[in-house]
Structures are given as structure tokens and as C-alpha cells.
């Protein structure tokens, strides 16, 4: 019966997985508005009340929302220039409504934790630099975890003698390992169970400077969300997603 369930559940899951598509934006510029579309391949339009774009930059607590047009059959669209509050990310998710009241999201599960993510940047040439591991916020049960980030730089304008890497407001700089287009750390003890920092940055050949500033918390068994003691195991675990740099002039 379980197995049947959870049958049904995935396949429901992934047949209206592709009836809302989205091709995600992976950056947006700060000085241009954001163009946002969505197809609704398969849905009736006549059993469509609305759809909507919720939003908020990562220095936002709350998500904003408004609806988008119906441009041509199942094509939705929204042309808009939000009040971003000096973020570096942009984060975003859909609910299509119903006539009936139901609703559906894309991304599909709790899109409110793991909305879409793209960055903001100032220009098509600015570089991007990134917290691969561990995710901002995340929970993770290594106690000695690799910290990886990368720094995509297509005009080679970043100065990688500047960088400087803190784990729990330590200096750890010099015990990384530093490549071209990323590092990565492992501290040497294990860590505590408790929420650790990392602070990040490096600067361009302008002065420019990029930092992360994230945590995560050291804990070694997670409490399963669902937990069936039979012949079958279900596990459902969710995290949001990743940081990337903020830019100080």
C-alpha cells in the first residue's frame, strides 16, 4: 500500500513538474528590469484564476508578489524593476491558482525555502564568486567538512594574493589550498555541534571587493522529517540554497 502511495505521489509529482516551465535566470542586472516567463504546457487556461511571481532579495525577511500576464495561449510573462535593497541575490518562486482554489508552485516543494536563485550583478563583466560547501544555512553531519569556493573570473580582473578566508572569525588563509578558479579548506580538528562562520573575500585590480559572509551548523544525526519503520524507508530532507559574494566598492 506504501509502495502504491508513493507511486501515485511521484507520478502526480512529475506530471505537473512538466506542465509549468521556466528556463531560470542565472544572474539579473542591477540597472536593467527583470524579465520573468512561464509556459503552462497542458493546463486548461479557462480553469486558471491567476499566476503569480513571489520574490524578495536576500536582504529581504518577507516575499512580495504580483501577478503576471497572459501574453499568447499558455505563455505568461512579467516585466518588472523591484526595490532590492542593496542584495547580491535574487530569489523567486511561481503559484499558479486555480478557479477552484487549489494552487501549484514551481519550484514545486517548499519553494519558499528553495526558491529559484540568481545572482545580481552591477555588469556582464563583473566576476562571480561563490560558496560551493557547505549552503548558507545548512545543516550538515561532517565534522570536518571541505569549504570550497569558486570565483569565475572571464576578464582575470581578481587579485588572488588578497584572499582571506576566516572559519569561526579564525584566520585559516595560509592552511588553504588555493587554485586558479576556486579553494578549498578542511579544517584540521573536527568541529563543534553548534553553528560556525565563514568569512570570505577577495579583491580586484581596482580595489574592488567580493565577500561571503555564511554559516552552518555541525550536527551529527539530523532528525528524519518521515521515518516509516517497515519494509520500505522514506527520507525527506530539504536545504536552500547557495550564497554568493556580495560587492563593496
Same mark, same amino acid.
Given at each position: 500500500m506504501l509502495k502504491q502511495l508513493l507511486l501515485l505521489l511521484l507520478l502526480s509529482s512529475v506530471l505537473f513538474a512538466v506542465q509549468i516551465n521556466h528556463e531560470k535566470l542565472n544572474y539579473i542586472l542591477s540597472s536593467q528590469p527583470i524579465i520573468l516567463n512561464t509556459d503552462?504546457?497542458?493546463?486548461a487556461i479557462v480553469s486558471i484564476d491567476k499566476v503569480e511571481v513571489y520574490y524578495r532579495g536576500d536582504n529581504d525577511s518577507n516575499y512580495s508578489s504580483t501577478q503576471m500576464s497572459n501574453v499568447a495561449g499558455q505563455k505568461f510573462n512579467l516585466v518588472m524593476t523591484p526595490i532590492l535593497n542593496d542584495s547580491i541575490q535574487f530569489y523567486y518562486y511561481f503559484k499558479v491558482t486555480a478557479t477552484d482554489g487549489s494552487f501549484y508552485t514551481l519550484p514545486q516543494f517548499y519553494p519558499q525555502d528553495s526558491p529559484f536563485v540568481a545572482d545580481i550583478k552591477k555588469s556582464e563583466s563583473d566576476p562571480q564568486v561563490k560558496l560551493i560547501n557547505p549552503l548558507n544555512k545548512s545543516f550538515i553531519d561532517d565534522a570536518t567538512p571541505v @569549504?570550497?569556493?569558486s570565483y569565475e573570473d572571464p576578464f582575470s %580582473?581578481?587579485?588572488?594574493?588578497?584572499?582571506?578566508?576566516k572559519v569561526d572569525g579564525r584566520d585559516v588563509t595560509n592552511e588553504a589550498t588555493i587554485y586558479k578558479k576556486f579553494?578549498?579548506?578542511i579544517p584540521n580538528n573536527s568541529l563543534g555541534e553548534e553553528q560556525h562562520t565563514i568569512e570570505f573575500t @577577495?579583491?580586484?585590480?581596482?580595489?574592488?571587493?567580493?565577500? %561571503?559572509n555564511s554559516s552552518f551548523t555541525y550536527q551529527p544525526k539530523k532528525p528524519k522529517l518521515i521515518d516509516y519503520k517497515g519494509?520500505?524507508?522514506?527520507v525527506v530532507d530539504m536545504y536552500n540554497t547557495d550564497k554568493d559574494a556580495s560587492v563593496k566598492s
Open positions: 503552462l504546457n497542458d493546463i @569549504i570550497l569556493i %580582473i581578481l587579485d588572488l594574493s588578497t584572499i582571506s578566508l579553494l578549498n579548506y @577577495i579583491k580586484d585590480v581596482n580595489k574592488k571587493e567580493y565577500i %561571503i519494509s520500505e524507508q522514506l
